[in-house]
């Protein structure tokens, strides 16, 4: 078996609403069969959202293998390449084993007490100075839901400050607005098995394909079975995706929003609409039609620079099919006008009144394995359990959960959202800013600005991480955490199904879990309650988890009913139903729901009066925004547009998946994909070396021919610096993105920017 | 009948908003967001001033100068260029709600007039542009919310 060379492995096709058939994916170190395995290890894969349940196998007290979990839902026994030869082949490289503090400009390794005295030190200073709003934490898509929760109690009750986000901003952030937005809450509706019975799917920037390579099995298995399903890809690229796809519309990056408005429109005007359910579950259809009036098929093709018929037949496929699913991801969500555009796809299913049955149903998509925690948690801009930051009822609750004042809790506005964490720390006011498990470094936007404020005197930086990286370099303290197989937690997947990862073996010299981390910290610190309690009361994962369990009851992620004991052996449990709506009652009542929405143009928030107001009782919202152009449009200077994203064989910024030696060879470099006839005009050829530049920054990478329409270049994000030599900073794709973001997700514009190409000289 | 008196003030006002609008944002190109935000909603006030045109031919316009002198007095004599740092922008923020107010309580004066005379299409204008109006105060609303405390009590200096 090569995961390498055959991605997506054999096929297993089966008939609509038949059982995903399984197929069990494994393998094991060199040398090694499973005769000398000591012992399995339930787990889950942690390179991306999809959540493949597997069985980590251990040797000796180290990890050597994996196997997909043949009797779990999300996957039925199936891996892919990151996942067999990601999983664990890092685990003994290189490795953070030490905290790190710096001495005369240098890092030096030290003690725990050392490290934790330092970051606890400053943390008081701080907050005796200044207060509370002196402190962000930056956190990751790729912790335990247990870690995450304990982070934002401390955040939110320990020290009151409402700066804290994940990286999930950059990745998920948009899924989560879009579904409060359009139901009231986050929760995604959809499940896996709709899949399995649809007819007709759409994938909107979606190139899932490289970005969860199991679940395009899955879809493999439709295509190439009985009854296969059409399928509709939007990408600018012509993706993997879009070459198995029945009509493939390559909108102009940045036009989305033109796109997904007529494709409404077609809808309203050729009558594709259930009038019906839209009467008795929405809201909002009068303006919807208003909005996406202008929006005719020869307007849309002009904009997004597409054929008027392939808009048509797009949209007639989506009228006309009986079982339809969509999912969304990136190609939307770091793109301007996001969050409007995600709502798009949630409109279409209302009009059609295709949601909440088998086969019917939108899947807006996750990028990291736990973003879904983050959100649920709190730990990103959010309130913890779906709990609505405008509602004093909501901020009550969670007062009496922490036992603290209703008012330590920061309420006064969202909690920051990322972006602006960074702000603050640029602005000087934000000094002391703790990053756990993520490589800003690398994945932010606009690289020389993020190094820039890293390397700011005022500013205090903690980085927690497995690895060092080009963020820990820049960090003040830096403390070493286990990873994935080192501890105990669970974590949720992007069709909200929650798996245990059981600890297989010790972390590496003196590594810790980032939930111990934070436990000392908050020790440390001496939170306490309104009684003078201690603040934190639990002690490892499981306390965690039961302690979350009690912040979640009767909100929309109800973990109540699960427990360890049930997660341990069997499959991954979904919280909530299989698939939700299935009642056709949005959680949209004001008492309930986690938001009161915004207005997509601007971002400017509902007012719980005006909610209120619209008395929306379980009904959800079509919302609607007319299209804008970008802010950044190619010009004589920049006259190609770039967008970044993934490659198939790497997560993220490599940490993992650029120690797994497999995964390393197959991608070894960046690179810039450039249209054949970009390429002709350009006088370049594949693999020569060229210089890609904006108003920004500049990579030089080697030139890959194929796959972007003309005018379009792409980007892998994935490359940074660490397994290089050279000083130079021309290698990341976030040297040349731009500071800006979705105004209502918050969520960064990755997708869109103006560059040129040279080649370089010699 | 002085609607075109009102109407004067009501052209005005709107080009005076607008040019606000895109003064704030480009003096403020380090938050992105307000940079973007003031440059859509700048546009859409220069539509609304584009509807205004045919009502303009209806009733005439007089102006007024009391908008140009709030202009003067908050974005002109004040603004040299934007206020800088966080406290800055809030202020910023701030004039161009008064700013907005000032509009939308114009707004608010001719629609009374056109539900008196009647008159539809300047009923319509005049929705689409108080709609448009309560959209930047709830926007503004929010930012300077957001803004507020990370401002007046974290800032140092
Ligand atoms: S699809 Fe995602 S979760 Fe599954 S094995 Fe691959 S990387 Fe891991």
Known sequence: MDRIADIWGPRTPHTPGAAWPVRVDQHLEEGLTESDVDRWVQSACVLCSNGCACDVAVKDGRMVGVRGRAEDVVNRGRLGPKGLYGSWQWSDTDRLTRPLVRENGKLVETDWDTAMDLVVRRSKELLNEVGPLSHGFYTSGQLFLEEYYTLAVIGKAGLGTPHMDGNTRLCTATAAAALKETFGADGQPGTYTDIDVCDALFL???????????????????????????????????????????????????????????????LITRGWVDHEYVKAHTIGFAELKQTV???????????????A???????????????????????????????????????????RGMIGSPGRGVLQMNGQPTAQNTRETGADGDLPGFRNWSNP?????????????????????????????????????????????????????????????????????????????????????????????????????????????????????????????????????DFHDKDGDVLIKWKDAEGAFDAWRECSRGRPCDYSDLSYERLRGGSGIPWG??????????????????????????????????????????????????????????????????????????????????????????????????????????????????????????????VRIGRCRQGVVFLPF????????????????????????????????????????????? | MHLATYVGLLHSSLRTLADAFRAVGDGHGEEPDVKTTCQVLAGRIDGQVERLGPIVERYGEHRESEPERLRAAEFEAGFTGARSGGVGLVRDLQDLYAL??????????????????????????????????????????????????????????
């Open chain 1, 577 to 702: 139903t299989e698939r939700l709506y299935g009642d056709h009652r949005f959680p949209t009542d004001p008492d309930y729901c986690e938001d009161y929405g915004h207005d997509l143009l601007t971002g400017a928030t509902t007012t719980p009066e005006q909610y209120r107001a619209k008395q929306p009782g379980g009904r959800a919202f079509l919302k609607a925004a007319e299209y804008v152009p970008g802010p950044e449009q190619p010009s004589a200077e920049y006259p190609f547009v770039c967008t970044t994203g993934r490659t198939v064989y790497h997560f993220h910024t490599r940490t993992k998946t650029g120690r797994s030696r497999r995964l390393r060879d197959a991608a070894p470099e960046p690179w810039v994909e450039v249209s054949a006839e970009d390429a002709a005009e350009l006088g370049v050829a594949q693999g020569d070396v060229v210089r890609v530049e904006s108003e920004r920054g500049a990579v030089e990478v080697s």
């Open chain 2, 100 to 157: 907005t107010s000032f509009t939308d309580i114009t707004w608010t004066v001719v629609g009374q007039a056109a539900q008196g005379l009647r008159d539809q299409e300047l009923l319509d204008t005049v929705t689409a542009g108080t709609q448009d109006t309560a959209r930047q105060l709830a926007w503004l609303r929010t930012r300077i919310k957001e803004a507020a405390p990370q401002a007046l009590i974290a800032a140092h200096g």
């Open chain 1, 393 to 525: 009822q909501h901020i009550e609750q969670l007062a009496r959960l922490w036992n603290v004042e209703p008012l330590t809790i920061p309420h006064w506005a969202p909690p920051t959202h990322a972006m602006q964490i960074w702000r603050y720390a640029e602005q000087g006011t934000i000094r002391f800013l703790w990053i756990s498990g993520t490589n800003p470094a690398v994945s932010l936007p606009e690289l020389s600005r993020v190094r820039a404020i890293l390397r700011q005197e005022n500013l205090f930086v903690v980085a927690q991480d497995g690895f060092r990286t080009e963020t820990t370099e820049l960090a003040d303290v830096v403390l070493p955490a286990a990873l994935w197989g080192e501890k105990h937690g669970t974590f949720t997947n992007a069709t909200r199904t929650v798996h245990l990862s059981e600890q297989a073996v010790e972390p590496p010299g003196e590594a810790r879990s980032d939930l111990d981390i934070f436990l000392d910290y908050a020790r440390r610190m």
């Open chain 1, 204 to 266: 909107f920037g979606h190139n899932m394909a490289e970005t969860q390579t199991v679940l395009w099995s899955r879809v493999l298995d439709r295509l190439e079975g009985p009854d296969r399903p059409v399928l509709v890809a939007v990408d600018p690229r012509e993706t993997k995706v879009a070459q198995h796809a029945d009509v493939h519309l390559a909108p102009l990056p940045g036009t989305n929003q033109a796109l997904m408005n007529g494709l409404v429109r077609e």
């Open chain 1, 718 to 762: 994935h490359y940074g610096y660490w397994d290089t030599d050279s000083d130079e900073h021309d290698r990341a794709a976030n040297e040349l993105t731009a500071t800006r973001w979705d105004p209502v997700s918050k969520q960064p514009v990755f997708k869109v920017s103006s560059v040129r190409i040279t080649k370089r000289e010699g």
């Open chain 1, 309 to 351: 018929n392939d808009l048509r037949r797009a949209a007639e496929l989506f009228g006309t099919k009986d079982r339809v699913v969509s999912t969304v991801l990136q190609g939307f969500y770091q793109s301007h006008q996001a969050t409007a555009a995600s709502c798009q796809v949630n409109n279409l299913h209302l009009l």
């Open chain 1, 293 to 307: 009036e202008p929006y005719t098929p020869e307007h849309v093709a002009e904009v997004c620079r597409i054929d």
